[in-house]
């Protein structure tokens, strides 16, 4: 079965630079979310999206925006990097009709290193 | 705030031993609980869900957890640990919300659960 799509797997930035993550959801799956996880730390939720649009906002800080596009994918888009946004960032995607579960799956995640 | 609270941070056993991780959460009602893991490395992997109905839920890999409506809790357990069950343990809990369906999951700080062969 397919599955969440991120990409790049890796990326290594220096500090005020700026990154792009990518989403690619499962198809079908109309809402996206975006979760950073610190080292040793629990993931944290950043973002939603639903048909495009925005959904809920969690902790995601001013210099990071996201956005969903009309094929579902999604990308967050990060500026003036900082060394503690060194993290690990996951992409979840889940179906508004699927029974009223909204169960997330998880994409392997983008590790972000910024040095 | 909504939270959610998991007692051990570190666990250590030997193989063979029973595990419970303890779960607690502050939300009031209807939530979607959820037990992931995580491998050295590796994404996030759902264990088990609850959503509605038996509140005993059987996972993956021999996980079971229970639903107590009543003392907010969703433990995780298994009979018999094995060396490949070294791993960092979240539990997670979604609100859900009527009008939209939309809800971000809320993790716990997780447990590090390390079984000696």
């Known amino acids: 079965a397919a599955g969440v799509i991120q990409s790049p797997r890796h990326l290594i930035k220096e500090k005020r630079e700026t990154a792009t993550l990518k989403c690619y959801p499962i198809p079908r799956h109309d809402t996206v979310y975006w979760y950073q996880q610190g080292p040793g730390q629990d993931p944290q939720f950043l973002i939603s999206?639903?048909?495009?649009?925005?959904?809920d906002k969690g902790s995601i800080p001013d210099r990071f925006s996201a956005q969903q596009f009309s094929d579902y994918h999604s990308e967050l888009n990060m500026s003036s990097l900082e060394l503690g946004d060194s993290a690990l960032y996951f992409c979840?995607?889940?179906?508004?009709?699927?029974?009223?579960?909204?169960?997330?799956?998880f994409g392997p995640g983008t590790r972000l290193t910024v040095t | 705030a909504q939270s959610v609270s998991q007692h051990n941070h570190h666990v250590i056993l030997s193989e063979a031993a029973s595990l419970e991780l303890g779960c607690n959460y502050s939300y009031g009602g209807t939530v979607n609980l959820f037990w992931y893991v995580q491998y050295p490395g590796q994404h996030l992997q759902l264990l088990l869900k609850y959503f509605s109905g038996d509140p005993l839920v059987k996972g993956i890999k021999g996980f079971e957890a229970e639903f107590i409506k009543s003392k907010f809790s969703f433990n995780l357990r298994k009979p018999s640990v094995q060396w490949s069950d070294t791993a960092e343990y979240f539990c997670a809990v979604s609100k859900l919300f009527m009008n939209t369906g939309f809800q971000k999951l809320v993790f716990g700080t997780g447990t590090r659960l390390l079984v000696s062969p």
């Open positions: 979840a995607s889940s179906s508004s009709s699927a029974g009223g579960t909204y169960e997330q799956y």
């Open positions: 999206f639903y048909e495009k649009m925005q959904s």
